[in-house]
T-cell receptor, first 113, second 115 residues
């Protein structure tokens, strides 16, 4: 079956530091890959996505590249801000939907001023 | 962009009562809606998938008689937690998928507390 593994948190960084949150997956076929962000007490917001190998998703300074050869979709940001503090979820789903998403356990990111 | 509205955002109920949570797609027709459950500091687990006009498909281990799902229209799905118990306390989130909305838009979630 499908599964998503992402690095355990919490991850604590200083403001303006470089961020990497690792995400690897196992899946049949060619899934689409997503990163979602969840702020305290709120639902999930789609941060970025990639639908095929070598695609790069990007949004708000975050980016992730769909690497089929390493089955990875690592999230990166060059300079984090305090407002980026949240829980980040990596997820995969079948292109076109219909099956729901498989989520990683989430990584709690804490940015200190 | 695609918007999914979910309410209530928080609800406290007494043990043994039932609670209904609504999930609406505001600007698109949701052919499929998904219901997830999130335990504290854990990931989201898919509970069930519903398609408009047909019975929901439940994931293994989810009691269909306890978590009633209705998807009566292309813009509304409801989850009813029947005879709620404290162990049902959790964060419930819906998401919706439509023809022009690829990306699984999520509602803002419902925090259910059963006392």
């Amino acid at each position: 079956g499908n599964s998503v593994t992402q690095m355990e948190g919490p991850v604590t960084l200083s403001e303006e530091a470089f961020l990497t949150i690792n995400c690897t997956y196992t899946a049949t076929g060619y899934p689409s890959l997503f990163w979602y962000v969840q702020y305290p007490g709120e639902g999930l917001q789609l941060l970025l996505k990639a639908t095929k190998a070598d695609d790069k998703g990007s949004n708000k300074g975050f980016e992730a590249t769909y690497r089929k050869e390493t089955t990875s979709f690592h999230l990166e940001k060059g300079s984090v801000q305090v407002s980026d503090s949240a829980v980040y979820f990596c997820a995969l789903g079948r292109t076109g939907g219909a099956d729901g998403l498989t989520f990683g356990k989430g990584t709690h990111l804490i940015i200190q001023p | 962009g695609a918007v999914v509205s979910q309410h209530p955002s928080r609800v406290i109920c007494k043990s043994g009562t039932s609670v209904k949570i609504e999930c609406r797609s505001l600007d698109f027709q949701a052919t499929t809606m998904f219901w997830y459950r999130q335990f504290p500091k854990q990931s989201l687990m898919l509970m069930a998938t519903s398609n408009e006009g047909s019975k929901a498909t439940y994931e293994q281990g989810v009691e269909k008689d306890k978590f009633l799902i209705n998807h009566a229209s292309l813009t509304l799905s409801t989850l009813t937690v029947t005879s709620a118990h404290p162990e049902d306390s959790s964060f419930y989130i819906c998401s919706a998928e439509g023809q022009k909305n690829y990306g699984y838009t999520f509602g803002s979630g419902t925090r259910l507390t059963v006392v």
